[in-house]
């Protein structure tokens, strides 16, 4: 069963903290991984995506890939109200493996952050 | 460019009521998606279409759910016999063929069964 798991939060941080959303994933396989957050009542949109090991980062927002872990995570630096979403980890587990497609999802994290 | 369109945004049906929800995806994306999203839930994969290839029907929850994409373009989402817990936002999304080509999702149909 391949699988992508991801803490379902709530995660509350205070306005200009930095947030760390966590994603763990069962295939070692996979190729490419995602971040799409979701805001209440809205359709997801890609906000990051990351192929290779290490950190990608654009504007306040790091993803932070390691494969031997099987392990994402984004951070959102300086975070805003504006940043209260559900944030989204997807997976590609490889070109046409698996159920799903291309792309398994987790749950979701729920990022509120106060003012 | 445009983006996925998905149509009507919102729909009330009567229970026992078929429904087709529309999908039309980025021009040149062969890929297409369904999922169902209930109120405060994750996405729930319903099915796939790549190409020419059988689609990937997996994630359909019972026979009453069917999907078509006609001409490698526009698909069409029916739920026959419409049940009060199919009542959820339906999205769609499409992709490039290319294994690292992430979705562009739909704005979604809002499904209320009465």
């Known amino acids: 069963q391949k699988e992508v798991e991801q803490n379902s939060g709530p995660l509350s941080v205070p306005e200009g903290a930095i947030a760390s959303l966590n994603c763990t994933y069962s295939?070692?396989?996979?190729?490419?991984f995602f971040w799409y957050r979701q805001y209440s009542g809205k359709s997801p949109e890609l906000i990051m995506s990351?192929?290779?090991?290490g950190d990608k980062e654009d504007g306040r927002f790091t993803a932070q890939l390691n494969k031997a872990s099987q392990y994402v995570s984004l951070l959102i630096r300086d975070s805003q109200p504006s940043d209260s979403a559900t944030y989204l980890c997807?997976?590609?587990?490889?070109?046409?493996?698996?159920?799903?497609?291309?792309?398994?999802f987790g749950k979701g994290t729920k990022l509120s952050v106060k003012p | 460019g445009a983006g996925v369109s998905q149509s009507p945004s919102n729909k009330v049906t009567e229970k026992g009521k078929d429904v087709e929800l529309r999908c039309d995806p980025i021009?040149?994306?062969?890929?297409l998606y369904w999922y169902r999203q209930s109120l405060g839930q994750g996405l729930e994969f319903l099915i796939y279409?790549?190409?020419?290839?059988?689609?990937?029907k997996s994630g359909l929850p019972s026979d009453r759910f069917s999907a078509e994409r006609t001409g490698g373009s526009v698909s069409t989402l029916t739920i026959q016999r419409t049940q009060q817990e199919d009542s959820a936002v339906y999205l769609c999304?499409?992709?490039?063929?290319?294994?690292?080509?992430?979705?562009?999702f739909g704005n979604g149909t809002r499904l209320t069964v009465t």
């Open positions: 279409f790549q190409g020419n290839s059988a689609p990937d």
């Open positions: 021009s040149g994306h062969t890929a």
């Open positions: 295939d070692r396989g996979s190729q490419s």
């Open positions: 990351i192929y290779s090991n």
């Open positions: 997807a997976v590609n587990m490889g070109p046409y493996g698996g159920s799903q497609g291309n792309l398994i």
């Open positions: 999304a499409s992709s490039l063929q290319q294994k690292n080509s992430p979705l562009h």
